[in-house]
């Protein structure tokens, strides 16, 4: 793995180029997009592991953490939604200079997924688009936690502050952010992919919503890889979660 | 402040992250280790905030993956004390490569901390350590001091069922609590790892930040306790102690990862001179 910093010198994002291991490389690269909170800490030995197992298979794999998050510049306080697509549009073009291809494909975990989506709609130009686990919308996921706050109780590390900011897990997304996101919804999307992946680990509602709605288009292919799937739990033992038939169901699809 | 990649081992398989202060001359090193199975940036980002508040110090700090954890691959065939040791010796190489230092200030929380105290026993190279969360000996009076905190707390008389009802069905299911059960999985600094440690430390008149929170509560009670239960003589001299009974093990919250951060700030600031001395 080669570790680098690209975007602007004053806020230098982070980024691990994973070269393609096999004899012939192939002609597409694979950009990996991470969640958010405790769901990235525990998904990074699996994008890790996922980065890996595609560099393998002939592709060109980055991995990347968005402005204040992970080894990136900037305070997680000041993050926005606009800033965050912003990185992916770098990361991507950083990925294609890089591997020397032009064909891209996304991969985004929860939180990731959505922002990827929302990317594809944009500037950056995505090849396959795989949606692993994704959160169906900002609203959608902002009850999601409010609901999961509900359930455990209020905490000091589970709350709503006088700020409007949400701490879940002891993450702050702060009104900006939540506001942000509450603005992105994947069905309203439409993502601009030539091929779309979205592989479940386990079923809820929010897939089966996705599901339903883009069950008819003919780039979007729906895959349940049963495994252990809770990325916000949280113990004292920083315990990760490394889903290995998802893992393989993307290297599967992505080479297919 | 800026920050830049450091690696370590055969073929430059170990990864991890430098913040550099603007001045590098004489500017001592802190090297952060991972904390459970978390990369290293831990949780919260404590490792990058934590880094680049002590690089505005002056302060050189690596957060770095051992094998087996974030960005650097496991060491096959090796139980958990030779392969964090191979790596120190590599991560100690790469750092005076680079650095010119052979004197380090050793930090981590929980299996962190445990393994800074390993370390700092094999030889005598560790001028300072930061420990968030040390397995602490109980002291004569830790039960009375334990008892007397229960008994006073409104709440535990309020949630009195409760407690009774956890205490009996781990009695019936014979499980333990799950601070018990974390603590059994930590690879702890022997009695001798310890005794060797502080008296490396205290030779090299070097300094002990030990921060504990209510993870702590099963074995700490009272600041002092630590150095005191050691049985080591003046490791209290050297060692300050701080306790956070109302944080949590890992900070989720806010206000205790920053006062951490200030607590651990303030520490270097006011030790800064005493560990660049040596360093050369």
Redesign the interface.
């Known amino acids: ?1 080669n ?1 680098f ?1 690209f975007g602007s010198s004053a806020q ?1 994002l982070y980024g ?1 180029h994973h070269p393609h291991k096999a004899q012939q490389m192939r002609q597409e690269s694979v950009l990996l997009c991470p969640p958010f909170g405790q769901e990235y ?1 525990r998904s ?2 699996a994008y ?1 592991q996922l980065a890996m197992l595609l560099a393998m298979q002939g592709y060109s794999v980055m991995r990347f953490d968005y402005r204040g ?3 990136s ?1 900037g305070e ?1 306080e000041n993050a926005t939604v606009e800033g965050w697509l912003e990185d992916i549009d770098v990361a991507v073009e950083e990925l294609k200079e890089t591997a020397c291809v032009d064909k891209v494909n996304v991969v985004g975990l929860r939180l990731g997924a959505l922002l990827a989506a929302a990317a594809s709609t944009g500037k950056s130009q995505i090849h396959k688009l795989v949606l692993w686990d994704p959160v169906i919308s900002g609203t959608r996921y902002d009850e999601e936690l409010q609901k999961a706050m509900q359930m455990e109780g209020a905490s ?2 589970n709350r709503v502050d006088e700020n409007e900011t949400l ?1 879940f ?4 997304l702060v009104k900006k952010l939540r506001q942000e996101l509450g603005t992105l919804d994947l069905l309203d999307l439409n993502p601009k992919a030539d091929k779309v992946f979205n592989v479940i680990s386990q079923e809820n509602d929010s897939s089966r919503i996705l599901k339903n709605a883009w069950n008819r288009k003919t780039n979007y292919t729906y895959e349940l890889a049963p495994a252990p799937g809770d990325w916000n739990y ?1 113990d ?5 979660l490394l889903p290995q038939p998802v893992i393989q169901a993307i290297v599967n699809w992505m080479v297919k | 402040m800026k920050e830049d990649f450091f690696r370590y081992g055969e073929n430059n398989r170990g990864f991890g992250m430098l913040s550099l202060p603007e001045t590098m001359a004489d500017a001592p090193i802190v090297i952060l280790f991972n904390a459970g199975l978390l990369h290293r940036e831990e949780p919260y980002r404590l490792n990058v905030l934590l880094g680049r508040q002590l690089a505005e110090l002056g302060y050189i700090v690596l957060r770095v993956d051992l094998s087996g954890k974030g960005d650097t691959p496991a060491r096959l065939g090796l139980n958990n004390r030779e392969s964090v040791a191979l790596d120190w010796g590599f991560i100690k190489e790469a750092l005076y490569k680079r650095f010119g230092v052979q004197d380090f200030i050793l930090g981590g929380l929980c299996s962190g901390a445990d393994n800074a105290i390993k370390l700092t026993a094999l030889e005598p190279c560790v001028k300072g350590l930061i420990l968030m969360d040390p397995i602490s000996s109980r002291d004569n009076r830790f039960y009375m001091r334990n008892w007397f905190r229960k008994i006073s707390n409104p709440y535990k008389w309020l949630t009195m069922h409760s407690i009774f009802a956890r205490f009996v069905y781990r009695h019936i299911a014979s499980t333990t609590a799950a601070s018990e059960e974390m603590e059994s999985l930590r690879d702890k600094p022997t009695r001798e790892d310890e005794e060797q440690c502080f008296s490396y430390i205290m030779e090299k008149r070097g300094r002990v930040l030990a921060i504990f929170t209510s993870h702590a509560l099963s074995r700490y009670n009272e600041v002092g306790q630590y150095a005191r239960a050691s049985g080591i003589e003046n490791l209290a001299d050297c060692c300050d102690e701080v306790f956070f009974p109302h944080a949590m093990h890992l900070y989720p919250v806010q206000a205790h990862r920053d006062q951490l951060i200030s607590t651990i700030a303030n520490w270097a600031s006011t030790h800064l001179k005493l560990f660049q001395g040596v360093n050369r």
């Open positions: 793995m570790p910093f230098p691990v800490m990074h030995r890790r998050t992970g080894d510049s997680i000091v590390c701490h897990n002891g993450f702050p949280v004292e033992f920083g315990g990760i």
